[in-house]
């Protein structure tokens, strides 16, 4: 009897900082502009998954968070046959035989699913990089994210650690603008706000916007290249100011061009109103941007800053987002609070916000997809 | 002793279905783009101003709502100034002599203020129009509304009834697009959904956008003229379809900007969202657009449709979005309610939505000022 050869591995989430929203085309997954990420560490948060093969296995299978997936899903079969024609392809008859075996496939998040926090991303680049450790093959992360992105758009920034591009020309691949050392300070927190699941999911929605949003259009056109390269330079400088006011103004305008589409998309709800505002009222105390906010297809809110700021920041969001004792509250990466004072303590809480913030998770810059 | 001379009018208000928003000068008040509005019937919601003169009175005064105005509110001096102005070039002699009169302005809205349903529109209308009354001015409404818009740009489309258009082109003056009797059908529910001020108001507002969105500008540019063209077809026409998509579409777009403004201005709140999907969902069970929404700079929407839906729709909206009896909820022209039946009784309420919008007025589309 041939022994199963399995593989486990973890990807991590990423979170755009200029937006990808729309796409050229539906079925290859090339996307209406460019946009840029950055890769959450996997000390809290990632998608581990575990590809076994035997010959002897009759179907493809998968299993999410411990529920059957669906086997017709287009997206997985569209990633597992990407995968094995590599594999068909190498010069090792092993692997090459070991191509033509079923797998069966166990995949979980450690995180709320369908909520905005980049579950398919970090779900569908863990998929294939683990297919391709499980084939043994030495293809170059580039290659593997043009794989992923069949899966879910934005899975094919989650194979780098770092500071990613996505770039729209052929091959349609990301890479990497700078690596997960380069800018040790900056660090966020990821506000859960809700665990509910969207009630339009990014697929539809963004062609919802492609087909009726006419603002939509002038933002592919007109203003995402001007700010990728803005982007990228506040990146490589390490200049926060710009890279906080970037990302919120282009987390606002995909919010606004999800506005504009017909029906209108609302990803963003009263608490996530709520924390864009506590943070322009807190950057207006600081009399410099200090916080950034960024929500993608729902109600979380990611806030960017740089580590300096945590203490003071994390204290001041706790004090009008729960009532729960910091220890429960935070998760991840560990930091010293500070006491909220001075002016500070005006951004009081009320009934409405108080609560409507279930947990934070703190996060560093992190690796791309690894071993587990 | 020379006896006081006074006279006494109401204006309407009037709802913006392609939105003004954003301004090429400020001091004079010419907006970015034209604007088609609905001017609705004076039976519930209207401004009353009363102006008086006398030779004695040392100072212009003003009182707004029973407060004290402030005298040096420039838009109000503007206004009085420009038909002061007109007066005083009069060939009649006594109307030159009063001109030099301090006058006493009382004027009350009997509607909430500040919070999005144009109270300042019918404010400087009715204070112009009174003006011109008091003089006995026979200029025509086109060269008033011109003057109404030095105190608020959108008061200048209350000068006249039915649909207006708002021409920014010199001399920047509101036209009849079609008279108040010209679609007896359409009609309007207000919904008073909160009567909070708005926390950044229209002026500060528009400039903000102006300043800041990049959206704004492709709308001005490349949008907006192509919806007023359609627009005016579709109110000459009565096709109420094309009328309710475009209405719709150009709210949206119009917060859209407001979001894509930075800081973004948020105007909506949750009970707006929900009237929106609840008006999308409604459409989708009749299987044709049959009610359209709008939201200028507040929460509180208006809903525009035509007579024979109000009575099935009206019953939705009850049910959905209040606890109290009808007779209560509803003000303004009576209509019969239907009960609500078949796949309507799907569209739910719950604990968030119930009891969130105060109470509705129902309107027709009226008359412009008059002599009360």
Known sequence: MIETISQTCIAPINIAVIKYWGKSDEDLIIPLNDSISVTLDTNYMFTKTTASANPSFTEDTIIL??????????RFINCLTEVRKL????????TVEQSKWKVAIVSENNFPTKAGLASSASGYACL?????KLYGLDTDSSELSALA?????????????????WHKE??????????????????CLVAVVSNRSK????????KRSSDTSLLLQHRVKNVVSLRIKAMEEAILQKDFVKFAELT????NQFHAVCLDTYPPLFYMNSTSQAVIELVHQYNEICQQVKVAYTFDAGSNAVLFMEKSELGRFGAVFHSVFSSLPASEFFKGSSFPLE??????????????TKGSVQYVISCDVGEGPKLA
Do not use: Y
């Open 65 to 74: 968070n411990n529920e059957e997936g669906s086997k017709d899903n287009i």
């Open 87 to 94: 594999a068909s392809c190498s010069k090792n008859a092993q």
């Open 128 to 132: 294939v990089f683990t297919l391709a």
């Open 149 to 165: 992105r069949r899966g879910s758009g934005s899975a094919c920034r989650s194979m780098f650690g770092g500071f990613v591009r």
């Open 170 to 187: 052929e091959p349609c691949i990301a890479k990497p603008v700078a690596p997960s050392n380069h800018w040790p300070e900056l660090c």
């Open 199 to 206: 009630t339009v999911g990014s697929t539809e929605g963004m």
């Open 248 to 251: 919120m103004q282009d987390s």
């Open 339 to 352: 006491q909220v004072k001075d002016q500070f303590l005006d951004l009081k809480s009320n009934d409405s």
